[in-house]
C-alpha cells in the first residue's frame, strides 16, 4: 500500500524573510504511524505542518521547492477543501481554530462544509465528542470554555472530518496532566486504527507514554535526526530538549547548575493581593466558577497555581488584575477594593500574560508592542528603551524586533507577549501558561531571568507543567472546582499523591527525584541542580533503579 504522506526535498522561505524556515526535508509517514516531531521554537515545525495542510502556498505565501505527496497526489494541486478531507490539523492555540459560538455548531462546521446529512452529522459529532469526553460541553458557548477545553473541542471537530493524516501541533499545551495523558492514549488509539498522525510536541518525556514509533528532531530548518526514541536520547543535546531527569542528572554530573537564587525572598506576611470570601459566576444563571476563596498573594511569593482543565485556575487570577469582579466578596489590591480601580490602575502595579498571545499581541512589530505598556504607564523615555531592550533580551528575542508579532510562531509569540509585561516594570508578575508552546532551552532562560530580574515584589504562574512548580516556585496552590484544594511549600503540597490524583496532577521524573533526594537537599530544584547531590543517593544504584 502507498504510504499516506510522503515529503521529498522540501524547503521554503517565507516571503517577508531572507532565511529558509525549511531546507532539503525528506521523510515518509506509514499508515497508523506516530512520527513525534520535535525541535526549538522556530527550527521549522510548524512550516511543515502549513505545507502539509495545504496553507503554504495559499494563504503562507512564499518561494517553495520539492514535494508534498498526499495518496500518490501532489498536495500543491489539490484544493483546500479535498485536502481537509484527507488532513486534519489541530492548530497550538484553538483561538484561532474556533468559529463557531456553541460547541455543537464548532464540532459540526467541517462536517455541514461537506454536505452530509443531518444524521450523520449527529453521529459523527457524538462520536468525536464521546472520544473525548466532552459530551457535557455539547451546549456550551465556546467563549466560556477554559483553554484545555477549546483544545479538545478543536481536535473533536477535526477528528469527526474522519482524516487520514492527523497533524497535531502542540496538542497537550493547554492540557492539565490527566487529560494529556487521556489524549496521548487517544492519540494511539487512532494510530491503531489506520490514521497516521505527525505530532509536533516539546513535552517529550510525555510522549513517550504512547511509544511513538519514530521520532524527528528539527534543527536550524532541517532534520538533525530521525529514528527511534532511544536513539534520539544518545544525540540530543539535554539542555536544548526536556528528558527524563534520570538522564539529565548523569549527564550534569560533571557540571551541575548552581543554585538558583530568586531576587525576591519571603519576607513575612506583608500582603499585595487579597482574596475575602470571593465567589463569581459568569452570570446570574450560570454556575458559579470560584467559591468562597480566601487566599494572599504576599511579597516574595513564587507561586504556581495548578488544577485541571476548567478548575477556575484563570478566573480566579483575572480578578487579580480586575479584568473580573467578585460575584461576592472582596479582591484587594494592596489595600484598595478592586471594584473601586480600573483596569489600567491595576496594571501599573500587576503585569498580565495572557495565556493565549492573540489575546494581547497587535502593534505593527515586536519593539512598538513593548512599547505600548510603558508609554501609556507615562514611563520616562531613557527608561523605557532600558527596559524594552533588557525584556527582549531576557526572552531571547534579538534581532526580531522589526518582526510583526503576529507572524512569529506561537512559542515566539507567547515570549513577546511575556516581554511586553517585563517591560512595564509591574510590581507583580502573572502568567497564564507562560512555557505552553516553549521549546526546553527558551523555557530554562527566560524563566531562570525572570526569577532573578531585581524589582518584582511577587510572581505568580498558572501552569499545567508540574515541573515549572517543582523548578521554580517557594508556593504551590491547587485548584479544584472552583476552590483551593491545598496551599502551601512545593515540599509539602506536591508529595501528597492522593490529593494530585484528586487535581488531576501526574508525578513526572523530575517531581519523583526530588521526592527521593528531599532527604538530603530539604527542598525542590531542577535536575541539572539535583546533580550536585548525586553521590548522596548511592550514586550508581541511584541511576540504576531510575532508567531500569
Do not use: W
Amino acid at each position: 500500500m502507498a504510504q499516506p504522506l510522503v515529503v521529498r526535498d522540501l524547503s521554503f522561505r517565507y516571503r517577508s524573510r531572507d532565511e529558509y524556515a525549511l531546507r532539503d526535508i525528506s521523510f515518509a509517514l506509514d499508515e497508523g504511524e506516530i512520527l513525534l516531531v520535535a525541535g526549538a521554537s522556530g527550527c521549522g515545525k510548524t512550516t511543515l505542518i502549513r505545507c502539509i495542510n495545504g496553507l503554504i502556498p495559499r494563504s503562507y505565501k512564499g518561494e517553495v521547492s520539492g514535494d508534498v505527496i498526499l495518496e500518490d497526489q501532489d498536495v500543491f494541486r489539490y484544493s483546500l477543501a479535498r485536502i481537509s478531507q484527507l488532513v486534519g490539523t489541530v492548530l497550538q492555540d484553538p483561538e484561532r481554530q474556533i468559529l463557531g459560538s456553541k460547541v455543537a455548531a464548532e464540532v459540526a462546521f467541517g462536517l455541514e462544509n461537506l454536505g452530509l446529512s443531518r444524521s450523520e452529522i449527529r453521529e459523527r459529532m457524538s462520536q468525536a465528542m464521546a472520544l473525548l469526553g466532552i459530551e457535557h460541553l455539547k451546549e456550551r458557548e465556546t467563549f466560556l470554555l477554559s483553554g484545555g477545553e477549546k483544545q479538545k473541542v478543536a481536535l473533536a471537530g477535526v477528528l469527526a472530518m474522519e482524516p487520514k493524516v492527523l497533524l497535531l501541533d502542540e496538542p497537550l499545551a493547554s492540557l492539565d496532566p490527566a487529560s494529556a495523558q487521556e489524549a496521548l492514549r487517544l492519540f494511539r488509539k487512532l494510530a491503531d486504527g489506520g490514521i497516521s498522525i505527525l505530532l509536533v510536541e516539546h513535552r517529550v518525556e510525555d510522549t513517550m507514554l504512547i511509544d511513538p514509533d519514530r521520532v524527528m528532531y528539527m534543527k536550524d530548518s532541517q532534520i538533525k535526526y530521525l529514528g527511534s526514541i532511544a536513539g534520539m536520547m544518545d544525540v540530543v543535546d539535554h539542555s536544548e530538549l526536556k528528558l527524563p531527569a534520570e538522564i539529565v542528572i548523569q549527564r550534569s554530573i560533571d557540571s551541575p547548575s548552581p543554585v538558583l537564587v530568586p531576587a525576591i525572598q519571603p519576607n513575612g506576611r506583608e500582603s499585595l493581593i487579597s482574596f475575602q470570601d470571593v465567589s463569581f459566576a459568569y452570570s446570574s444563571d450560570s454556575p458559579t466558577v470560584i467559591h468562597n476563596v480566601n487566599l494572599a498573594i504576599r511579597k516574595g511569593d513564587i507561586t504556581a497555581i495548578l488544577g485541571p482543565n476548567g478548575a477556575g485556575k484563570t478566573t480566579l487570577v483575572k480578578h487579580a488584575i480586575g479584568l473580573l469582579k467578585p460575584t461576592q466578596g472582596q479582591v484587594l489590591v494592596g489595600e484598595s477594593d478592586s471594584q473601586k480601580l480600573s483596569v489600567a490602575q491595576i496594571a501599573s502595579t500587576v503585569g498580565y500574560v495572557f495565556q493565549s498571545p492573540s489575546h494581547m499581541l497587535f502593534a505593527p512589530t515586536v519593539k512598538q508592542e513593548l512599547e505600548f505598556g510603558p508609554t501609556n504607564l507615562e514611563h520616562d523615555p531613557k527608561v523605557m528603551e532600558e527596559n524594552v531592550k533588557r525584556a527582549i533580551e531576557t526572552v531571547n528575542m534579538v534581532g526580531l524586533e522589526e518582526n510583526p508579532p503576529l507572524s512569529l510562531s506561537f512559542g515566539q509569540q507567547k515570549r513577546v507577549s511575556i516581554a511586553a509585561i517585563l517591560a512595564m516594570q509591574s510590581k507583580i508578575l502573572v502568567m497564564d501558561e507562560p512555557t505552553a508552546g516553549q521549546d526546553y532551552a527558551n523555557y530554562v532562560a527566560f524563566m531562570d531571568s525572570i526569577i532573578q530580574m531585581p524589582g518584582f515584589e511577587a510572581i505568580l504562574f498558572i501552569t499545567h507543567d508540574v515541573d515549572l512548580a517543582v523548578r521554580y516556585a517557594n508556593r504551590v496552590i491547587l485548584v479544584h472546582d472552583g476552590q483551593v484544594a491545598a496551599d502551601g511549600e512545593p515540599e509539602q503540597v506536591l508529595t501528597d499523591s492522593v490529593l494530585l490524583e484528586r487535581c488531576n496532577i501526574v508525578s513526572t521524573t523530575l517531581l519523583q527525584a526530588n521526592i527521593d533526594y528531599l532527604p538530603q537537599t530539604g527542598n525542590f530544584m531542577s535536575a541539572e541542580t539535583l546533580a550536585r547531590h548525586y553521590g548522596d543517593m548511592g550514586g550508581d544504584a541511584y541511576s540504576r533503579k531510575s532508567v531500569h
